[in-house]
T-cell receptor, first 112, second 115 residues
Framework: GENVEQHPSTLSVQEGDSAVIKCTYS??????FPWYKQELGKGPQLIID?????GEKKDQRIAVTLNKTAKHFSLHITETQPEDSAVYFC???????????FGTGTRLAVRP | GAVVSQHPSWVICKSGTSVKIECRSL??????MFWYRQFPKQSLMLMAT?????????EQGVEKDKFLINHASLTLSTLTVTSAHPEDSSFYIC???????????FGDGTRLSIL
């Protein structure tokens, strides 16, 4: 089955700096890669996703890049703000076509 | 955007009782719903996948008689934790997708505490 690794597990940045979170996946047939933000005591919220026919996608301060050859994808947050502090999960949808496999999460802290 | 509502958000009950958690898609038809369990500071662990009108598919190691899942309509799925014990205490989260399985939208979770 699919295996997703996520790094780093914790990340602390100064407000205004950029944050980058990286994930690798094992199933070369995976074709859909969402990123979720989870705040304390809440469910994950989809912040951006990318499909395998696209190399990069951007939405305001958030961007995701995908390298299919290397089987890794990354989340980039620019001009970080304290409200960006949360746990971020990457995920990959494998050849099963329905189930998501999640990374282990990155706890992002943005220092004011 | 797509909204998934989960109820209750928090429940405390005595050991041996059964607890039902509801998951509703409010503005779209959810052909597939998923149930996850999350332990503190850990990732989401998929428990089961349910399609409307059919039996749920459980992940390896998840007891189907312990965690009963019903997906009777395109907007509602329920998870019943039967004869709950303290080790069942956890954060349970549902998600739902439409016909193309993308993206999954999550509810806000249910914190279950068994005394």
């Amino acid at each position: 089955g699919e295996n997703v690794e996520q790094h780093p597990s914790t990340l602390s940045v100064q407000e205004g700096d950029s944050a980058v979170i990286k994930c690798t996946y094992s199933d070369s047939a995976s074709n859909y890669f969402p990123w979720y933000k989870q705040e304390l005591g809440k469910g994950p919220q989809l912040i951006i996703d990318i499909r395998s026919n696209v190399g990069e996608k951007k939405d305001q301060r958030i961007a995701v890049t995908l390298n299919k050859t290397a089987k890794h994808f990354s989340l980039h947050i620019t001009e970080t703000q304290p409200e960006d502090s949360a746990v971020y999960f990457c995920a990959a949808m494998g050849s099963s076509g329905d189930k998501l496999t999640f990374g282990t999460g990155t706890r992002l802290a943005v220092r004011p | 955007g797509a909204v998934v509502s989960q109820h209750p958000s928090w429940v405390i009950c005595k050991s041996g009782t059964s607890v039902k958690i509801e998951c509703r898609s409010l503005d779209f038809q959810a052909t597939t719903m998923f149930w996850y369990r999350q332990f503190p500071k850990q990732s989401l662990m998929l428990m089961a996948t349910s399609n409307e009108g059919s039996k749920a598919t459980y992940e390896q190691g998840v007891e189907k008689d312990k965690f009963l899942i019903n997906h009777a309509s395109l907007t509602l799925s329920t998870l019943t934790v039967t004869s709950a014990h303290p080790e069942d205490s956890s954060f349970y989260i549902c998600s739902a997708t439409g016909v193309d399985n993308q993206p999954q939208h999550f509810g806000d979770g249910t914190r279950l505490s068994i005394l």
